[in-house]
């Protein structure tokens, strides 16, 4: 019994022994490799934690500096960092972290914006596109109501409207600053807009004016293909000719149809534009039964001027309107409305006068027809001249302010989607317009509203039918061309 305790306490003192040798050699000999190995460790994980990988460090010899005593350790793998960590790392381009994720959300879903916002901009834009042919067919059944005075009194109430949001968005109205200027150009554009359309419907017939006026989503395609570099590739074309292919059936322009008369569908046409401003400035004048149709009149050279110039600059508005998509809506909706209020009040007080010289003018010259003059007979020039007014009555009141309150929601609606939708895409889409046009005008109308008689306006209706088809299935087209087109695989398409 006493050797076995001896042999214990000899074990024990000999564990014991080694043990205390053990601690002083991890203590003495490896006191710095240990420090090393912690000074790596620490400093390789923040390597990792920021993203920055640092070779320097991870061939370190003090790294594996342990002395043989001692267990093997394994080396700590170190991660190599991603691109995605190098770039929320990267602080020296001055993007945030909200920043990097809100571009990668965008690659997830489109290049343009998440594919759920994406297509409830495309609802908006449809519906802001029903909303300019019902604001133009409600102007239509009311003549009597002036142009220039609705104008002005839509940009009143969307000036009205913009000071709240402006207010309770706490946005400057000047712009923020890089986007100033863009901001004034865009509200002088506006006006300028306003101008040419009323030289271009105010003096050509709406079968010349309407097909020019229409080109406007081609010229802004091509302008964002240059400016943003927009997607245009074969499917693209094929949509944009299904469209212009429409356009000719509906508008029928004089050259292609020589004999055809004007049609109120044409007329209405040719007085849609980008925000849904009134420009009903034609006055049509009701034939006679025993006149013939209508052989070709000269053409007025500034009207024809204006009417060219007029799409570009609705796509010089849509382009500056995009590249101000960070600005708030309601500092694009500040300066639209001040730019059609200037070019209003100037037509309300100048141009509206000297139409009205021009008619007194030419009554004097005239000598008034006895059967004419009957109680029951309105002489249109009279509605005509007497049109310079405030509005006159409930019915009027209701009219002006239906159009001003989807003139200004067409404004919103365009410049909120115009933050997702390129916009090529956004005026292909807006072409709806014309569908929604054609719908009302067989709704209102009933398709008899032209001279023609028998045959010949039997086939008319049908080319309207066939012009409204094109167009839908463009819009169609252009709505799904994400489903169809892969820009990766198949750039050229």
Excluded at 121 to 140: D, E, K, Q
Excluded at 186 to 212: H, K, Q
Excluded at 359 to 381: F, K, L, Q, W, Y
Excluded at 443 to 471: E, K, Y
Aim: glycine letters at 8%.
């Amino acid at each position: 019994r006493g050797r076995k305790q001896s042999s214990l306490s000899s074990a024990s003192f000999r564990s014991a022994t080694s043990y205390a040798s053990f601690r002083s050699c991890k203590s003495i000999k490896s006191f710095g490799s240990r420090a090393s190995f912690k000074s790596v460790v620490s400093r390789d994980n923040v390597s990792v934690r920021t993203g920055i990988a640092n070779e320097g460090y991870q061939d370190n010899l003090s790294f594996y500096s342990f002395n043989d005593d001692l267990p093997s350790l394994a080396p700590v793998n170190v991660v190599t960092p991603t691109q995605r960590q190098r770039s929320v790392s990267n602080s020296n381009n001055g993007e945030t972290t909200s920043d990097f994720w809100d571009k990668e959300l965008r690659k997830d879903g489109d290049e343009d914006g998440p594919r759920t916002y994406k297509y409830l901009a495309y609802l908006a834009v449809i519906v802001a596109a029903s909303a300019v042919a019902g604001s133009t067919t409600v102007t239509s059944q009311v003549p009597s109501i002036s142009p220039w005075v609705l104008l002005v009194y839509r940009s009143l109430l969307q000036l009205v409207t913009s000071f709240p949001l402006l207010l309770g968005t706490r946005s400057n109205c000047l712009g923020p600053p890089g986007y100033r200027w863009r901001l004034y150009l865009t509200g002088l554009l506006t006006g300028f807009l306003l101008l040419a359309l009323y030289l271009a419907i105010s003096s050509l017939p709406p079968r010349i004016v309407a097909p020019i006026l229409m080109t406007t989503p081609v010229l802004t395609m091509l302008l964002s293909c240059v400016v943003f570099g927009e997607h245009t590739g074969l499917y693209r074309m094929l949509t944009t000719t299904l469209f212009l292919a429409g356009l000719v059936l509906l508008t029928r322009p004089p050259p292609l149809f020589p004999n055809d008369a004007t049609d109120q569908l044409q007329v209405d046409l040719a007085q849609y534009n980008l925000y849904g401003y009134p420009t009903h400035f034609y006055q049509p004048t009701p034939p006679s039964p025993d006149t013939p149709l209508p052989l070709a009149q000269p053409v007025d050279t500034l009207g024809l001027v204006a009417a060219l110039v007029a799409p570009f600059l609705a796509a010089f508005i849509v382009i500056l309107t995009r590249q101000c998509r960070e600005v708030h809506f309601s500092v694009l909706l500040f300066w639209s409305a001040l730019g059609s209020l200037l070019v209003g009040c100037i037509g309300l007080y100048t141009l509206r006068q000297e139409e009205d010289g021009h008619e007194r003018s030419r009554d004097g010259r005239e000598i008034p027809d006895p059967a004419s003059t009957g109680p029951d007979v309105v002489n249109p020039t009279n509605i005509h001249s007497l049109s310079n007014r405030m509005f006159k009555g409930p019915t009027e009141w209701l009219v002006a302010t239906l159009v001003a309150i989807l003139g200004i929601f067409v404004n919103v609606a365009i410049i909120k989607a115009l933050q997702i939708v390129p916009p090529g895409k956004l005026l292909l889409l807006k072409s709806s317009e014309v569908v929604a046009g054609y719908v009302l005008h067989l709704c209102v109308w009933g398709g008899a509203t032209s001279v023609s008689v028998g045959v010949l306006g039997q086939s008319l209706q049908w080319l309207d039918l066939g012009g409204a088809v094109c167009v839908g299935l463009a819009v169609v087209f252009t709505g799904v061309e994400d489903f169809i087109v892969d820009t990766k695989r198949w750039r050229w398409f």
